[in-house]
């Protein structure tokens, strides 16, 4: 059964870090590109954050650039996102999903990615 999921969610002051994980099973994550979305209250679902499987290259957000980090580790078949100073606009339900492709061209386009997880909420409060 293929499956993504999240964790490492939760609330966390202004300023504050958290670490997502994505863990694939049923397939392995080496062949596809990696996103992170976020759907904040009252908005659509948006991207934040790719990784690509073939050089490891990485993309943001402009609202996250030198705040998040996207890493992979193709061993344990998991993704992570490594996010600093935390913003109270940074509240949002967070999911990981596996592109079709190697690259991580046009990854804010959700009709590119063919498996998602349940999403995992992040909470930033003073």
């Known amino acids: 059964q293929v499956q993504l999921v999240e964790s490492g969610g939760g609330l966390v002051q202004p300023g504050g870090s958290l670490r997502l994980s994505c863990a694939a099973s049923g397939f392995s994550l080496d062949n596809h590109a990696i996103g992170w979305f976020r759907r904040a209250p009252g908005k659509e679902r948006e991207g934040v954050s790719c990784?690509?499987?073939?050089?490891?290259?990485?993309y943001y957000a402009d609202s996250v650039t030198g705040r998040f980090t996207i890493s992979r580790d193709n061993a344990k078949n998991t993704v992570y996102l490594q996010m600093n100073n935390l913003k109270p606009e940074d509240t949002a339900v967070y999911y990981c999903?596996?592109?079709?492709?190697?690259?991580?061209?046009?990854?804010?386009?959700?009709?590119?990615?063919?498996?998602w997880g349940q999403g995992t909420q992040v909470t930033v409060v003073s």
């Open positions: 999903a596996s592109m079709r492709y190697y690259f991580c061209s046009n990854y804010g386009s959700q009709v590119r990615y063919h498996y």
């Open positions: 990784i690509s499987s073939s050089d490891g290259s990485t």
